[in-house]
C-alpha cells in the first residue's frame, strides 16, 4: 500500500520537476517555418553544351580532331597477357589489341579498357577483360569471365577456367 504521509521534501521536488518542464526554453518556440525563397526555374541555363548555340565551326573541327587521333591511338593500344595451358605446364605471350577478339585455345579474349592506374603511389596496369569459352556451342554467348584485372596481383578477380590460366603483364598505351 502507499504512504499517505509523504514527506514535504518528495512533493518539492516533484512540483520542481514540473516546474522546468512547463517553463523550459523550448515551450517558448516559435511556432513558425523559415524556407529559403525558390529559384526561378526559367532563368536556369542547360548544364550541358547546346548545339544550337555554339556556332564555332573551328572548335567543333580541334574537337573532331582530338577524337579521331585518340581513336587511332586505342587502335594501337594493346595488352600483353600470359596464357598458360596448365595440362601441358606451356605458357605464350598474348598480344590483344584493344575492342579485337583474340583466340587462345578455345577461349576468346576481349579487352575493352586498358591502362595504367596510380595506387598507394605504385604505378600498376589494369584491363577490363571479357572471357568466352567457345568449346561448348551453348557456351558461346555467355562470359566465363567478364572484369578488371590487375598485372601486380591477379587474384584480385581472379580468372578461373579447369584448363587454361590467363594473367595480365602489361598495358601497351
Known sequence: MFR????????????????????????????????TPL??????????????LKNDNQSNSKTIQKKKKLFKENMNSNAI????????????????????????????????????VKNNNILDDVAYMQVKDLSKSENEKVFIFNGW?????????P???????LQLVNCNV
Open 4 to 35: 499517505k504521509n509523504m514527506k514535504l521534501g518528495n512533493n518539492l521536488q516533484l512540483l520542481f520537476i514540473y516546474c522546468f518542464f512547463l517553463f523550459s526554453p523550448h515551450s517558448f518556440a516559435e511556432n513558425s517555418i523559415i524556407s
Open 39 to 52: 529559384l526561378n526555374i526559367e532563368k536556369l541555363k542547360p548544364s550541358y553544351e547546346d548545339p544550337d
Open 81 to 116: 597477357l600470359i596464357g598458360l595451358d596448365k595440362i601441358t605446364a606451356k605458357s605464350s605471350k598474348i598480344f590483344v589489341k584493344l575492342n579485337e577478339p583474340k583466340k587462345f585455345g578455345p577461349l576468346e579474349i576481349k579487352i575493352l579498357k586498358c591502362g595504367k
Open 149 to 157: 584485372t590487375f598485372a601486380s596481383d591477379p587474384n584480385l578477380t
Open 159 to 165: 580468372f578461373d577456367h579447369a584448363i587454361y590460366d
